[in-house]
């Protein structure tokens, strides 16, 4: 589906409620399936990435039933079933990572399977780990997809040269199903919500450092709230930075010190963001987050930054268009291996629009403060953070744009035209 954006000529303002976290949402559905009783688990995501979750779940013998349309009961006696067919995954990298090590660990055998998109994205950065295990897990060039048989599993003590809040989780659930001490240790620490969740859940873990450990463990029913989801405010955060004038109050997001970098390199780059109403909920913290238009300086964004903002360098690359000066992104080859390579595709988009902006390996430079003239058509290879992204430099273009692909917005962000949409009319 093609969609044009039309730049704005008023203000953002307003006040919104982003939807509920992904990270956490697929993590409480898959957790909750390990516990033994009734977990309930409220504002659950309604993105397509995180359905794939619950329905890979119940594809697993779990009874899940939803009391409202924001709140799931996830029913299990803490022991998954082998499933009748195989598990479709979806779009979502998070599921397949994930559930490899769930299921590497069980009685009983497998396949993971995903869409086109997900087919293509790497997995020996979790079939690695896994096969020192002791898994047995086929695949044809570590893509899906996977068939895994599942074996009694041995601890490891691994070190990965990548960050990646994926692998470590993939590792420490299948350390749940392992004898011994299974312990994960990464270069930078990356998001965390495995470790609250599992420590909230009675598992037996421990944290230090970059380094964690965790043994053998039943889990207790989970009972939670998920907050909204930062990677998707991110969109709105550029947006009330970058729209003129504009002023936006984003209710209830989780801002865990391991996902708030966005916020650090606003504040970094001169932008007025404030966190309002400050608490914490089910072991995760979460706030109001204020944000006005600002004028805004470049800056580099390298080394432990990138952990903790991965998911949001495409839209932190459109605020870099409207900063004075140099903003230098590095450290961020990853981005290349994400639904779309999202390094040339960022490049690509951002320069037919107007911006001046050079590609390099591990990321890229942008300088500023340039103007954006749109009038172009975009292609988003299926990747919805791109068609975000865009959409919000669309509002600042002098031309309209097109976005080739606008309905994959939808795998995370359902209601986000809507929203965007209000604040319009703010």
Known sequence: ???????????????IEIPSDKSISHRSVMFASLANGRSVIKNFSKGAD????????????????YLDDKTIEVISDGQLKAPAAHLDCGNSGTTMRLMSGILAGQNFNSVLIGDESLSKRPMKRVIEPL???GASIISKENRAPLIIEGHQLSAISYTSKLASAQVKSCVLLAGLFADGVTSFTEPAKSRDHTERMLKAMGADIKIDGNRVSVSKSKLKPLNITIPGDISSAAFFIVAGLTVPDSEILLE???????????????????????LLNEREEQGEPVADIRVKCSSLMGCEISGADIPRLIDEL?????????????????????????????ITSVV???????????ER?????????????????LETFHDHRLVMSYYVAGLICKEPVVIDGFEWSKISFPEFETLMEKLKGG
């Open 314 to 342: 495409p839209a932190i690359a459109v605020l870099a268009t409207q900063a004075e000066g140099v903003t230098i992104i590095k450290d961020a080859s990853d981005l290349r291996n994400k639904e779309a390579d999202r």
């Open 131 to 133: 096969s020192m295990m």
């Open 1 to 15: 589906m093609k969609k044009q954006v039309i730049p704005v000529i008023a203000p953002l303002n307003g006040e």
């Open 252 to 274: 209830n997001i989780g801002v865990n010190p391991a996902r708030t970098g966005i916020i650090d390199v606003v504040r970094r780059m001169g932008g007025t963001i404030e």
């Open 348 to 358: 690509k988009a951002l320069k037919l629009m107007g911006a001046d902006i050079e």
């Open 361 to 377: 390996s591990d990321g890229f430079i942008i300088n500023g403060k340039t103007e954006l003239y749109g009038g172009c058509e």
């Open 50 to 65: 995180c359905v794939s979750s619950l329905n890979v779940c119940r594809a697993l013998g779990l009874n899940i039933n």
